[in-house]
Every structure is written in structure tokens, then in C-alpha cells.
């Protein structure tokens, strides 16, 4: 993180994080529950696309943590699987940023599907294996709505001029 | 790197032990406004519900309950006398047994957490002296107990969860065993029945005391099924649970009698040895519930 630029908008940072927490445990129908994407992953991811020098990887350990709480996860889980994807991020950022929507759409795919797994390691390490196909549903609908998601958030960053 | 290291020790010492309870709970008071913003339409939904009910949605209301309250009185009253005789024939045996616990009613949280394990969030927390490991019923059965305490909040796994196993008997004949969950809300599965078990379908499953969480006698489950397959040790059994587990909004959390009054529930029986070694209680860490000792059918003593 440098000093040297003014930083601008961090409550912006905040408020949509705020929101993807709000959408992660968001009362939903049975049938939609498998299918929720990882709102607070893919709003983590933006960011460190976008402001590689603001978010990083100790931003996205910490709501990894809140995200841990909120779920009444193992506390640790979310938290060394979104500080590895924002890593990951930070390292693709400058290519990322070239591509194709729908080419970052299947980037953020495999970033997704990346930090799930590291959620199902965990899990299969604690006792807790998940032996279905749809769990994995939620990478697939979050990459789908990478687009309109990435597009509400370079609005709102340009619009509130976060830099 | 140093964060995923963090993370790593982190994650182990909350699996491992539970000196995390305080900072956990420090966290969870940070997140409380979410979970409470996100009640927040419920909770208006039910106050307005109930501000603009008509007059005769209430006399109707009124009139059921007056109705549902007489019919319970009468059911009372001879409750009371059996009451009464239950523990003048226990005091005979020398067995001390409270009936009457103190309970709390606690409501749900409307928050979804991960689908799948089946965990709720409730409006009560250490503030009103919910502690871990508190069992938590509902009108018709057991629904789960505690596994995590905030100021504010605490959240409960129900039965059903695959981590978590009740100690059951069969009310029938006081048959012991071990109700483990599926994963799926209208299922538990009776591991480890010899096939030749007294246990028919219909039989209902009170919880046994054994283990010490659960009060002795709270309705848990009923037997659903029954697959005898000679080519295996064990039938398999399954029962449906008895609580609503998907429906019930307000919970009853109950605080048992003292644990020294819990295991002997069952004097005559001489398996104080085996009733220590049953003590599956159902943590949420216990990942083998599986591997517990089963008892024969023939001591099962009647209560």
C-alpha cells in the first residue's frame, strides 16, 4: 500500500462489502440456497482488480474473518481461501484488466471455483465432506453474473471517483 | 503468507480447542447489525401483521385459545396427579428426577447460513445466560442444542446435521441408541440396532439423558422405517424427527436439572460402565458417532 496517493472513496470500498455480506446470508428459497454465488469473493475480487494498491490480500484475510462469523464457519476457512484468490488476483490484476468481459468472467470462474475448493478441503479435513455436484453451482452462477457485477462496481468507482 | 499461516493456526486452534470463544464472540458483535438488518423485514412484517389485525381475526384467535387452553387445563390436571405419583415412585427407588425445567423462549433469526449444514441463528445470547451445548426444543420434540454463544446471539445445530448425534431410547421399552443426522431435515438414521432389536416402525424416540446434554424424556423422533438385511450386522432404522424442524419460528431453550441428576435416570440398570462409555453427546467436533458400543436389547429396563 503506498502513501504517496491520496486515497479516495474507501467508505465506497466499504459499503459494498457491507452489502455482500448482507447478500451472503440473505434468507433465500430452498431451492436457490446451493445456487448463491460468493457475493463477498466476487466483490473482493473486483476490488483487487481495480485497486490492486488498496485491496489486498490482508483486506481480503480480514472479511474472510467476518465472513467465517457470520456463516458460523471454522474461523480461518473463508479467511486463507479469499487471502489466497485476492493473491491471486493481485499477481493477474494488470492481464486481467485487458481481457474481454467474458474472458474475466471465466478467470474469476476458476478464482471462484479455487477458493470453493479450499472451502471443501477444509471441510473434508474437519469431517464435514460434501458429496454433491451442485455445490459447486455457486462459482458458475457468480462467473454468469460477473459482467452486470463488474459493471455496477466500475460505475459506482468512477462515479465516487475511488481511487 | 503470513496471513494463510494465520489462518492455518487459527482454524486449528478453533477445531482443536476453544480459546477463540471471546475473540469469536468480540467478531460477532461486528457483524450483529448485518444479521439484525437482515431480520428487519420479518420483524416488521410480524409487528405490522399484528398492529392492523382486524377485531375478528382477534376474537377468532381468542375464542381458539380459549378453547386450546381448556382442553390443555383438563389434559393438566391429570398430568399433575401423574406427576405427583412419578416422583413419590421415584422417591420409592431413590432416584432423584426433576420434572419441570427452566426454560427460555428464544426466536429465529431469519439469516441463511450455509446450506449445507443445518445451523440457525437465535435472538438470544450469553446476555440471558445461553451457554454451549444448551438443548434446544421446540412445541412437539428436540430440535437441536447450542454450538456457538454471542452477547447477542447464539446459533443452535438441529439434529439433523450429519456432525450431530442425539442419545435416544425407544419409549416403548427403553431400548438405547444413537440418533445420528443425515443432512436431510425429515431424517435420522439408528446405526448399530442388532437386527434382532425389539424396535418396530411407530416407535417413538425420547431422548435418554445418557451423555448429559439432553434432559431425559423430551419426544426426539419416530421410527419411520425398518430394513432388516441379513447380510448385514445392523438393521438399518430411520425416523423422522418429531420437532419442526424447518417450520418452528419461536424455540424453547431449556436449562436441565443439575448433571449429577441426569444419569441416574435409570437405577435398576447395571450399566453404569457402559452408560459412561455411551456418553455421546453430540458436539459438534465428535466426528465418529459412529464407532459407540450398542447395548443389547434384553436390559433395556422399562422407566
Redesign the interface.
Known amino acids: 500500500m503506498s502513501t504517496l496517493i491520496r486515497h479516495h472513496g474507501g467508505s465506497i470500498i466499504l459499503i459494498t462489502f457491507f452489502i455482500a455480506l448482507i447478500l451472503t446470508v440473505v434468507p433465500l428459497p430452498d431451492s436457490l440456497r446451493v445456487a448463491r454465488p460468493d457475493w463477498v469473493l466476487i466483490v473482493l475480487i473486483y476490488w483487487a482488480m481495480a485497486l490492486p494498491h488498496r485491496v489486498g490480500v490482508g483486506i481480503g484475510w480480514l472479511i474472510g474473518l467476518f465472513t467465517d462469523v457470520l456463516t458460523g464457519m471454522l474461523l480461518g476457512q473463508h479467511a486463507l481461501a479469499y487471502c489466497l484468490v485476492a493473491y491471486l488476483t493481485l499477481k493477474l490484476h494488470q492481464r486481467l484488466r485487458l481481457y474481454p468481459l467474458w474472458q474475466q468472467a471465466l478467470s474469476v470462474l476458476i478464482l471462484l471455483a479455487l477458493g470453493q475448493l479450499l472451502v471443501l478441503w477444509i471441510n473434508g479435513i474437519v469431517g464435514r465432506p460434501i458429496h454433491s455436484w451442485t455445490y459447486w453451482l455457486p462459482s458458475l452462477v457468480g462467473a454468469l453474473l460477473w459482467p452486470p457485477i463488474f459493471v455496477i462496481l466500475r460505475g459506482l468507482r468512477r462515479a465516487f471517483r475511488v481511487i | 503468507m503470513v ?2 499461516l ?6 486449528t486452534i ?2 482443536r480447542q476453544h480459546h ?1 470463544e471471546s ?2 464472540s468480540g ?2 458483535v ?2 450483529y447489525p ?2 439484525f ?2 431480520n428487519l423485514p420479518s420483524t416488521t412484517r410480524s409487528w405490522v401483521e399484528e398492529s392492523f389485525a382486524t377485531r375478528r381475526a382477534l376474537q377468532e384467535d381468542n375464542a381458539r385459545l380459549h378453547a386450546q387452553h381448556l382442553l390443555l387445563q383438563a389434559r393438566l390436571q391429570k398430568f399433575d396427579a401423574l406427576e405427583a405419583e412419578n416422583v413419590r415412585l421415584r422417591d420409592l427407588l431413590d432416584s432423584s428426577f426433576k420434572v419441570g425445567d427452566r426454560v427460555l423462549i428464544a426466536e429465529l433469526i ?8 443445518h ?1 440457525v ?1 437465535l435472538n438470544k445470547g450469553s446476555r440471558q445466560d445461553v451457554f454451549v451445548g444448551q438443548p434446544l426444543v421446540d412445541a412437539s420434540g428436540v430440535m437441536g442444542q447450542i ?2 454463544v454471542t452477547p447477542f446471539t447464539s ?1 443452535a445445530m438441529l439434529i439433523t446435521d ?2 450431530h448425534a442425539t442419545p435416544v431410547q425407544v419409549n416403548r421399552n427403553g431400548l438405547r441408541s444413537i440418533a445420528v443426522g443425515t443432512g436431510s431435515l425429515q431424517e435420522l438414521s439408528l446405526p448399530h440396532i442388532p437386527n434382532s432389536a425389539d424396535i418396530q416402525v411407530g416407535d417413538l424416540l425420547v431422548t435418554s439423558g445418557l451423555g448429559g446434554r439432553f434432559p431425559p424424556g423430551y419426544p426426539v423422533a419416530q421410527v419411520m422405517a425398518i430394513t432388516i438385511d441379513p447380510g448385514h450386522a445392523f438393521a438399518q432404522v430411520t425416523a423422522r424427527p418429531l420437532s419442526h424442524l424447518d417450520r418452528s419460528r419461536e424455540v424453547l431453550l431449556v436449562w436441565a436439572p443439575p448433571p449429577e441428576a441426569a444419569p441416574s435416570f435409570d437405577p435398576q440398570s447395571e450399566t453404569d460402565a457402559d452408560a459412561a462409555s455411551n456418553t455421546e453427546t453430540g458436539t459438534a467436533t465428535e ?1 465418529a458417532p459412529a464407532a459407540e458400543p450398542e447395548q443389547p436389547p434384553a436390559e433395556g429396563a422399562t422407566p
Not at chain 2, 494465520?6 to 482454524?11: R, T
Request: no cysteine; hydrophobic share 55%.
Open positions: 496471513f494463510a494465520a489462518s492455518i493456526v487459527l482454524m478453533d477445531h477463540l475473540f469469536k467478531l460477532s461486528v457483524v448485518i444479521q438488518l437482515i431469519s439469516v441463511d447460513l450455509d446450506p449445507y449444514r445451523q441463528v454450538v456457538q446459533t450429519l456432525a466426528t
